[in-house]
């Protein structure tokens, strides 16, 4: 029985030019976390990130439409004397999760790391995200047992 062709994943860095399309789905992923839609203000703090080189997008693509995007923040690790990138944001259009968009987003960034020499990537998520914490594991990340991990609320 012939299976329906499936459209390839297209990963690349987003431009200026893709803003509009990564604020949609960065506003969706807001929603996700509990967080009001607002549209311009989502593309207003990309639109800043960028232009400050404050931030790496990934924008996949399928079939030429917008389906997810991965957000990278640099740090660096004094103890390597490196860089790290914070995987900071991760989203895939509800419909086609488990589709392979989240892993081509998770390997650009991966390349993204090792093509600037980082001493590794490292993310947060929370506890109760199963989805993503077995999207995680099963593309080789491991949870941090050396150190706990801290934050404060401002």
Not at 20 to 25: F, H, I, K, M, R
Not at 73 to 85: D, E, K, Y
Not at 86 to 104: F, Q
Request: glycine letters at 2%; aromatic letters at 10%.
């Amino acid at each position: 029985m012939p299976t329906p062709h499936t459209p390839s994943i297209d990963v690349s860095r987003a431009k200026a030019t893709d803003l509009d399309e990564v604020a949609n789905l960065f506003d969706e992923y807001r929603q996700f976390y509990g967080q009001a839609t607002d549209l311009s203000a989502a593309r207003a703090f990309l639109c800043e990130r960028v232009e400050r080189s404050e931030s790496v997008i990934f924008l996949a693509r399928q079939a030429a439409r917008a389906v997810g995007f991965v957000q990278l923040f640099p740090s660096f690790s004094s103890v390597a004397l490196q860089p790290i990138w914070i995987l900071n944001d991760l989203y895939v259009a509800p419909e086609l999760r488990r589709s392979g968009v989240a892993t081509a987003l998770l390997t650009s960034a991966e390349t993204h790391a090792l093509h600037t020499n980082a001493a590794r990537l490292v993310l947060a998520t929370a506890t109760d995200n199963l989805p993503a914490r077995t999207l995680y594991e099963s593309s080789g990340w491991q949870q941090d047992q050396a150190f706990l991990h801290y934050l404060k609320t401002l």
